[in-house]
């Protein structure tokens, strides 16, 4: 099992940078990691995973903005989000997988507020 911890959020303009860490209590070196984000009245999206060998895959609405890393040594994974628009505003989890996993999902973090002014 892992807890995970996420920090970096806040309120950014629009045309703005955030980056959000990731950190776990454990190693994550054989888990698959993400993070996704969950806008009022919609449902929980998948933005970016990053799987154990650090392969990546992005949402279509963040793909050239957005990007996943991790730091195994660290236990943590970043998302470093540029040119951040309204549509982005939602809280951001983290979200790691049972070992040998290819789909983050297994654990998620608390969430942090990201809100976008246009």
């Known amino acids: 099992q892992v807890q995970l911890v996420e920090s970096g959020g806040g309120l950014v303009q629009a045309g703005g940078s955030l980056r959000l860490s990731c950190t776990a209590s454990?190693?994550?070196?054989?888990?698959?990691m993400g993070w996704y984000r969950q806008a009022p009245g919609k449902q929980r999206e998948l933005v970016a995973a990053?799987?154990?060998?650090?392969?990546?895959n992005y949402a279509d609405s963040v793909k050239g903005r957005f990007t996943i890393s991790r730091d195994n040594t660290k236990n943590m994974v970043y998302l470093q989000m540029n040119s951040l628009k309204a549509e982005d505003t939602a809280v951001y989890y983290c979200?790691?997988?049972?070992?040998?996993?290819?789909?983050?999902?297994?654990?998620w973090g608390q969430g942090t507020q990201v809100t976008v002014s246009s």
């Open positions: 990053i799987t154990s060998d650090g392969g990546t």
């Open positions: 979200a790691a997988s049972k070992l040998h996993r290819t789909a983050p999902g297994d654990y």
């Open positions: 454990g190693s994550i070196s054989l888990r698959a």
